[in-house]
């Protein structure tokens, strides 16, 4: 998304909000794991899906954009984290393919979006910008 204007907030970003959606798909999916699986898979794939749009959130309030370009990278191994345990989740047949796909494809649209916004920061930051 091209912003006319700076966002006033975190939650005012694109990444932010596509994340909060890929986190709310992850919880309700796995909801529908085993019971036996609630310490196990659907815990790490909730704490990772969860962190994605928490660390985005946590480098925006910061200070400097070097902290906000960290966090950005603790966000982009979440959301690697999450595609691991989604991929494994199918092969483990606790969930359907296309579910596995569709929301693959979820995170890839956050990913691009992670993407861009750590080059527009990092462009900010080089100097003679």
């Known amino acids: 998304m091209v912003w006319a204007m700076t966002p006033r ?3 005012d970003l694109e990444v932010w909000q596509r994340s909060m959606d890929l986190a709310e798909t992850v919880w309700r999916l796995s909801g529908r794991f085993p ?3 609630r310490y196990g898979m659907t815990s790490q794939l909730r704490r990772a899906a969860t962190s ?3 660390n985005i959130a946590e480098g925006a309030e910061r200070n400097a954009t070097g ?4 966090f950005l990278g603790i966000a982009s191994g979440s959301l ?8 494994l989740a199918g092969r483990l047949g606790l969930l359907p393919s ?14 691009r979006l992670l993407h861009g916004l750590k080059r527009s920061l990092r462009d900010r ?5």
């Open 9 to 11: 907030s975190y939650r």
């Open 35 to 37: 019971a036996q699986e």
């Open 52 to 54: 994605v749009p928490a």
């Open 67 to 70: 902290e906000y370009l960290q």
């Open 80 to 87: 690697a984290e999450t595609e691991t345990f989604l991929l």
């Open 98 to 111: 296309d579910r596995v796909k569709d929301t693959l494809d979820q995170a890839a649209t956050v990913g």
């Open 125 to 129: 930051k080089r100097p003679g910008r």
